[in-house]
């Protein structure tokens, strides 16, 4: 793609959301060989066990748990409040950080260790240059 | 190796100095410790600064430049919060090493009234805050708030009694940023941040500055002992690899293991302390930090506070001086104004807010990225 010029499609948010050409977007995680350690994006070297090789991606599953969350009612200004910031355990391996949408923002109605599942929607927002972006969120499941 | 000793110490009242520039604040902090060990710059061999949110800015040799210029090498520290602390064990290193008799060490931060830390960076792009989760510090620290209560069902007002005990030590505090009782329908109806904490619930930015004189045992006698505290455990971590960590900073892992190091250097545990400085950021992470610096088995953190074993006369007082909640949280201060809080007791010299018979004490500080910083100080 020439600099400047934009995108056909939505951009991916952060560098482990990969929108593939043909299919549905999906979360990568990089696993070690070694030890089985899961991190996201791009790496060379194992942050927990030290291996240098054998570290390889890996399709992170779009069903999980909701470990634990908070409700934000401060945040910077323009940022909708408030909303849930949840951390999801991934199946199979893998824990990412994401807004969880679809229940009220209320300590009575979110329980943790609810099943949840990653969604893909398109943000709100669009870079300086007018580039669409690609997110994802969570959302209960039944 | 020679045991390293805190001839003087002293601090800032915690606050707003609008008027006043990060060196000039360092240089009175200096000065206060130079005249409570006393003893002068010309006798400081080298000077070790922790300051955060100028660390590029050569703060120490600026605070010589208002105190004097005598040459002695000096070392700046940035270590997030635990900054302050940091610099206090690049001294004790120092002695411990016996390179110098004599040094000094300076925490010092200007915060204005700085808003929400936390969530900058994101590069090009969109702004990730609001989008993917939360990355501000209330939000980060009521996450692990939270791990506690999925684990032991810790509630919300577990929570908001740690600030009611905070704000109601500092009211004995002339040093402490605010001195005013908060009683818990007041905390829990605060303002709310990130729940479970309301505003009340997290820490203060203040402008401060702590100082101390560190001496190894040979120049300790020489000068004399008699308001000396010896430093029986100075202890530095980082955070090893867990499970969660990419997304969920571990302020539990490397605490449990600094405190483990420090309470084998010092010979004791965590029963034979008498007070306990910690890092109460957020009400939440006091909580964490009973169990993780051994005050209480797993899980008993809520009974803890619920029994008030924890304020002022219970059974192991934590953050008599107010905390950062109520006492302020200057971040690359901190780490040596709890220190203050601890020697100030040890010596006998805390007035109204003095733990009786007080022998033995602990600091800690969490830097988030992370850094756990632990001291352990006992009178002589």
């Known amino acids: 793609m020439p600099e400047g010029a934009a995108a056909p499609g939505p951009l991916p948010i952060v560098s482990f959301l990969k929108i593939p050409t043909q299919g549905d977007p999906y979360l990568e995680g990089i696993r070690c060989g070694h030890c089985r350690a899961v991190f996201l994006g791009e790496r060379d070297v194992c942050a927990s066990c030290g291996a240098r090789e054998g570290l390889a991606a890996t399709r992170l599953a779009n069903t999980g748990t909701l470990y634990v969350y908070t409700i934000v009612y401060r945040s910077f200004p323009g940022v909708p409040v408030p909303y849930v910031s949840a951390i999801v355990d991934l199946d199979g391996g893998g824990t990412v950080k994401g807004n969880l949408v679809g229940i009220d923002p209320d300590p009575q109605k979110i329980q943790m260790g609810m099943p949840v599942e990653v969604v893909y929607r398109t943000a709100p927002i669009k870079d300086r240059e007018g580039n669409e972006y690609l997110t994802y969120c969570f959302v209960p499941r039944a | ?380």
């Open chain 2, 1 to 380: 190796m020679s045991d390293v000793y805190v001839l003087g110490i002293d601090m800032l009242k915690f606050g707003r100095y609008p008027e006043q520039d990060v060196p000039e604040l360092g240089a009175r902090a200096a000065l206060l410790a130079l005249d409570d060990a006393g003893l002068r710059i010309q006798d400081m061999q080298a000077l070790y600064c922790g300051n955060l949110l100028q660390a590029s800015a050569m703060v120490g040799q600026r605070i010589l430049q208002e105190i004097g210029q005598t040459g002695i090498p000096v070392t700046n520290s940035s270590n997030a919060c635990a900054t302050g602390a940091t610099a206090f064990r690049e001294g004790w290193t120092a002695i411990k090493a016996g390179l110098y008799d004599l040094v000094l060490v300076v925490g010092v931060e200007q915060m204005g009234k700085a808003g929400l830390l936390g969530g900058g960076g994101g590069g090009r792009g969109i702004p990730k805050e609001g989008l993917l989760g939360s990355q501000l510090m209330p939000a980060v620290f009521a996450e692990a708030g939270m791990e506690h209560s999925r684990k032991y069902g810790t509630s919300f007002e577990h929570f908001a009694m740690v600030s009611v005990k905070n704000h109601h030590h500092s009211t004995r505090n002339p040093k402490s940023m605010y001195q005013m009782e908060t009683p818990l329908e007041q905390v829990m109806g605060a303002e709310m941040i990130a729940y479970p904490n309301t505003k009340l619930m997290c820490s203060v930015n203040v402008d401060g500055a702590a100082a101390a004189v560190l001496a190894s045992e040979r120049k300790a006698r020489e000068l004399g002992l008699r308001r000396a505290v010896r430093v029986k455990a100075s202890v530095l971590t980082s955070d090893p690899w867990t499970e969660r960590d990419l997304v969920m900073p571990d302020v539990n892992t490397c605490t449990r293991r600094a405190a483990r190091q420090a309470y084998e250097m010092a010979g004791c545990g965590p029963s034979d302390l008498d007070l306990v400085e910690l890092h109460d950021c957020f009400a939440t992470a006091e909580i964490l930090h009973y169990e993780n610096l051994g005050l209480c088995a797993d899980g008993e953190a809520a009974k803890l506070i619920d029994e008030r074993q924890t304020w002022h006369g219970g059974r192991i007082p934590v953050n008599v001086s107010g905390g950062l909640l109520s006492k302020g949280h200057p971040l690359g201060a901190t780490g040596v104004a709890n220190v203050y809080e601890v020697c100030t007791h040890l010596r006998g010299e805390a007035g109204a807010r003095q733990v009786e018979g007080a022998k033995l004490g602990l600091t800690h500080v969490i830097g988030l990225g992370s850094a756990c910083g632990i001291h352990i100080l006992e009178r002589i």
